[in-house]
């Protein structure tokens, strides 16, 4: 008898507070992100949510002069719950691809899709041309070609690792085949080891990931060289992933990351998190 | 199914076919060779020479292949030493780390099927053989390679069919064969059925020859002994 009670308060406890979060559903933004993938976004060992998006959620929010309300999901449950209306925004790291938007839209972006490579600092190749400056293949893709050119003695013969299937992998087969040998890896990891035990030479991946691999104790003596490709065979880079149907809500967010990219916000938070500017290229 | 694509899913793999068939080949070459002088140690009846032939075999049968693999491509590229010798120029290539890997573990395998054939020659024709004034090596020549041979061949033509589905492993340190060459077309195509079918009818198509062989050698082996 107690325990039947007990049931039906607690289911009518639970219809209230979901007719209570309904009410108040319109001036709330949800913002869902992944948790576990640091530094974007991770969660501290007192359970909060930290990282560089989830500070640039915040920031956002208060150029919206919204409030916000921002949770951990699974990142396969992401885009069903934005879908399914229980989350309105997803900032987890989440690239914009074709396949996604066929899904889902996206605002503008908020990080460019920086790739550099990583070489052993002895090498020869850590005297790479480029000196990490920034070329985007989308505006200035005979500027790109120029640099790889000016690269291909250097690189002529080596072996440079990517991981298998990504747009780094793409892009060594675009612009990089003809010069050197291309060797594909399931993980960055594997391909960062060869590079420590010399199988390969050099290795193209993700910027931010290869310059927080260089702090890594064991990757020591490796050094990112050359300079940072981005758009192009790479993508737009990554955005916030909304409704299709909020347009609305996609403006607002629009108008503030644009904010945020003049005012060097995203700059002044990348830096401090990923140790890298991944601002993207106006 | 889409027919084209699996015409086009072919011909992709088909590039494959040299690296997943040379290392079978090679490898079981290596393994056979290796084997004999296993075997060879393990039948000396020298301590000295049984207990390190023993412990191979026991080390190498009783770990993954993948194991294996791993700790011959990524483990010993962490000694430098190793890296500065001489044995890195093969070691620093996948390609002789997976046939080194593959061929100690068929060789472990081998020297077992190969003791086996040969204990299954029973004493009392030995004896009979040195009775009637046969010399060691005509004894094994003629008495015990023979039937030995007729043994072991089924379970050496297992060892083979295990040995050209093991390569697949090699795609794992980044050597494109069959398998590998495959799982690059679904990441591309998100068309796994397609892909993977044409990977595996490959390798049906690969053991359905060497059965037929090992088949032939045994119906010839055994004329004497059918009715």
């Not at chain 1, 409030?67 to 885009?79: M, V």
């Not at chain 1, 925004?89 to 503008?108: C, D, H, L, N, W």
């Not at chain 2, 033509?157 to 679904?186: D, P, R």
Request: some cysteine.
């Amino acid at each position: 008898m107690q325990l039947k009670s007990l049931m039906l308060s607690a289911v009518l406890f639970s219809s209230v507070c979901a007719s209570f979060a309904n009410a108040d559903d319109s001036q709330v933004i949800r913002i869902a992100t992944e948790g576990a993938y640091a530094p974007w976004n991770f969660v501290k060992p007192g359970g909060q949510l930290d990282g560089f998006e989830i500070e640039l959620a915040r920031d956002l929010c208060d150029r919206m002069k919204a409030k916000c309300e921002i949770s951990a999901h699974d990142w396969d449950g992401l885009i069903p719950s934005l879908n399914g209306g229980q989350i309105d925004a997803i900032m987890a790291g989440m690239s914009i691809t074709p396949k996604r938007q066929e899904v889902i839209g996206f605002s503008r972006t908020y990080a460019a899709p920086l790739n550099g490579f990583l070489v052993l600092a002895n090498s020869s190749l850590a005297k790479l041309p480029g000196d990490a400056k920034s070329i985007d293949l989308d505006k200035d893709e005979t500027g790109a070609e120029a640099l790889i050119n000016q690269m291909a003695p250097l690189l002529k013969g080596k072996v440079i690792g990517v991981q298998g299937s990504t747009t780094a992998s793409a892009f060594a087969e675009k612009y990089l085949s003809k010069v050197v040998e291309v060797r594909e890896y399931k993980t960055v990891d594997a391909h960062n080891m060869d590079l420590m035990s010399g199988r390969i030479d050099a290795v193209l991946a993700n910027a931010v990931v290869l310059k927080l691999a260089t702090q890594d104790p064991s990757l020591k003596g490796t050094n990112m060289a050359g300079p940072i490709f981005s758009g192009g065979v790479f993508g737009p880079g990554i955005g916030i992933g909304l409704r299709k149907s909020d347009t609305a809500l996609k403006a607002k967010f629009d108008e503030a990351i644009t904010a945020a990219v003049k005012d060097g916000t995203v700059k002044k938070l990348s830096e401090k998190w990923l140790k890298f500017d991944v601002t993207p290229l106006e | 199914m889409d027919f084209a694509f699996l015409l086009e899913c072919f011909k992709r793999l088909l590039a494959g076919v040299p690296l997943t068939l040379g290392l079978s080949l090679f490898s079981c070459a290596i393994g056979l060779v290796l084997a004999s002088a296993i075997c060879a140690m393990r039948l000396s009846k020298k301590v000295w020479l049984d207990y390190p032939a023993r412990g191979f075999v026991s080390i190498f049968r009783g770990t993954p292949l993948l194991v294996q693999l791993f700790v011959i491509y990524y483990g010993l590229g962490q000694f430098s030493w190793l890296r500065e010798s001489f044995a890195w120029t093969y070691l620093r290539e996948a390609y002789w780390c997976v046939l080194a890997a593959l061929a100690l573990n068929t060789a472990a395998y081998t020297s077992e099927i190969l003791r086996g054939g040969i204990n299954s020659v029973q004493h009392g024709q030995i004896e009979s053989a040195l009775s009637v004034g046969l010399r060691k090596d005509q004894i094994w020549r003629c008495v015990i390679l023979p039937q030995a041979w007729r043994q072991m061949l089924p379970a050496y033509g297992n060892e083979i069919i295990l040995q050209i589905k093991s390569t697949s492993l090699a795609s794992i340190v980044t050597l494109m064969e069959v398998t590998g060459i495959a799982a690059k077309l679904v990441s591309q195509s998100y068309r796994p059925i397609e892909v993977f079918v044409c990977a595996g009818a490959l390798y049906l198509l690969f053991n359905f020859v060497v059965t037929r062989a090992v088949t032939l050698m045994e119906s010839r082996l055994t004329r004497g002994m059918r009715r």
